[in-house]
């Protein structure tokens, strides 16, 4: 043999081939952090339950009246869900209160109209109407100051805050500006019994 030949022998025997990769490892991370996804989710769904279960004793949501009259305002939005008054972060899911949606509100002489595809409506009448203010936030969402509709309102023995964001910021004035004109109609009429 000669040197050359001996030569690339030699680099021959000190190259070794690439790693292989180790498919188990691998799919027993993923398969691990699959399972790990799945128990968050699952406690999650639980912890949602619970809360609807402590929150049992909440009377069921009144509907609206056949006849409702003519309406004052209506406004299209996104309701982002209801909360114990005054708590921002202590969310209110039974009856469908903590889902999401989108929202068509009608305010009438006989109360508040809610409307929402894909959950369950409600309506708050008007001796139940607390009150309405501007704020930024309510449990899992925080907007800009002023950017958040939260109607305040009794039921059962709660008073419960009800967000919602118009499809049009500008009208959240004339809707609190109505339901505080309201509310104060309702107290003024119950004084003077």
Do not use: C
Request: glycine share 12%; net charge negative; aromatic share 8%.
């Amino acid at each position: 043999m000669t040197p050359a030949t001996l030569l690339a022998a030699g680099f021959a025997a000190d190259q070794k081939s690439a790693e292989v990769t180790d498919w188990a490892a691998r799919v027993g991370w993923v398969v691990g952090l699959g399972l790990f996804v799945a128990l968050v989710y699952w406690l999650m769904r639980e912890g949602w339950k619970w809360r609807g279960t402590l929150q049992s004793d909440l009377p069921a949501l009144p509907s609206a009246p056949d006849d409702p009259g003519p309406a004052r305002l209506s406004m299209s939005g996104r309701y982002h869900g209801s909360t114990t008054a005054g708590q921002w972060l202590d969310r209110i899911v039974a009856h469908g209160l903590g889902t999401r949606s989108r929202a068509e509100l009608t305010l009438t002489d006989a109360g508040l109209d809610v409307v929402r595809p894909g959950a369950a409506d409600f309506f708050v009448p008007v001796d139940r109407l607390r009150g309405a203010r501007l704020d930024k936030g309510i449990a899992g969402k925080v907007l800009t100051e002023g950017g958040l509709l939260v109607v305040t309102w009794a039921h059962g023995d709660r008073l419960i805050d009800s967000g919602f964001r118009s499809d049009h910021a500008a009208e959240h004035t004339a809707w609190v500006d109505a339901l505080n004109s309201m509310t104060n109609d309702t107290s003024t009429e119950g004084a003077e019994r």
